[in-house]
């Protein structure tokens, strides 16, 4: 009876000092987390939670030694310091950070500027039950039961309470609208729109996706644009029959991307070119192609850096 007891004593206490850890590990960390919410729009909550899981409360070897608190890989474009740990394949690389802090931003940036990641941030911030699930079936973590872990993480210290009244900074990818007229950026006439036409903004660039069969000269004509004026907005050289789908611009691009939106990584069998990407961010090809030293022809390679802001 006195050895149960005994151990049972020792079972307690070892909870309570697991307790501790976390608890200190919010009281730590939490300031970042939030701004890092603000920032990039990742869940307080779901970085605390990460954080805690993947650093044992900050006291993992890769925290301890290398600031890495979510056990980011090296991987390919990763031009920083490295340590290797014994992983699941064995020995494998981990990135070394300075600080903590730049862990967290590493973090967030991994998961928004990864086509992968991207359905989580169409997700409520303080939706923490949808971004758990998001996380595994996106690949982050391979055991079943992650997003259970990380929703008990959260439910048991309320961290759901970090995500309140937040207010992102970050301008979401796409931003849906149906304006009945748009200024250009050539002119600073208003621009006439079909009202059966839906225009949407990227980057507070206003575009349309061209139908089947529609021309550049007959997408000008419908927004009372010059052709010129509507290759110009696009970065094409020449006139041409428009793929259904595609987005045209129909006002200038900008030099750089929405605010947030620092860089993009290329995953994994991704094959696009510098102008396809200056298409999916709404910058100009010949800020994008100056912003990384590449010419508007090329094609990123795998897991390449491209760099949207400055």
């Known amino acids: 009876m006195k050895r149960f007891a005994v151990i049972l004593i020792i079972c307690l206490a070892a909870l309570s000092a697991a307790k501790d850890l976390k608890t200190s590990y919010i009281s730590k960390y939490s300031g970042i987390a939030v701004n ?9 909550s779901i970085t605390l939670a990460q954080g805690i899981l993947e650093s044992a ?15 980011v890989k090296c991987h390919r474009n990763w031009k920083g310091k490295g340590m290797y740990y014994r992983a699941e394949k ?11 802090e730049e862990s967290f931003r590493d973090h967030s ?10 359905p989580l941030f169409n997700l409520d911030p303080s939706d923490y039950k949808g971004w758990a699930e998001g996380l595994r079936k996106a690949g982050y973590a391979t055991d079943p039961a992650y997003p259970s872990k990380l929703i008990k993480i959260i439910e048991d210290y309320e961290l759901y309470r970090f995500d309140r009244n937040i207010a992102v900074e970050v301008e979401a990818p796409l931003e849906i609208e149906k304006p009945v007229e748009v200024k250009t950026s050539a002119a600073g006439e208003l621009v006439n729109i079909p009202l059966d036409r839906t ?3 990227v980057n507070g660039v206003p575009f349309v996706y061209a139908m089947e069969g529609e021309t550049c000269e ?24 428009l793929v259904g789908g595609e987005r045209i611009y129909i006002a200038a691009k900008k030099k750089q991307a929405a605010r947030g939106l620092d860089k993009y990584v290329v995953g994994p069998d991704e094959s696009v070119s510098m102008w396809e990407l200056s298409q999916r961010f709404g910058i100009k090809l010949s ?9 508007p022809d ?5 897991e390449d850096v491209i760099i949207l802001r400055k």
């Open 36 to 44: 890092e919410m603000k920032r990039s729009g990742v869940p307080a």
């Open 57 to 71: 409360s900050g006291t993992s070897e890769l925290s301890v030694k290398g600031n890495n608190h979510f056990g």
């Open 90 to 100: 064995g020995d494998e690389c981990f990135r070394v950070y300075n600080s903590a």
């Open 109 to 118: 940036d991994f998961l928004r500027y990864q086509d992968r990641y991207k």
């Open 199 to 201: 225009v949407y903004r």
């Open 218 to 241: 007959s997408l000008a004509r419908s927004f009372n644009l010059f052709k010129k004026e509507l290759l110009k907005f696009n970065d094409m050289e020449s006139a041409r029959e």
């Open 287 to 295: 800020s994008l192609c100056s912003m990384n030293g590449k010419n």
């Open 298 to 302: 090329d094609i990123p390679g795998e």
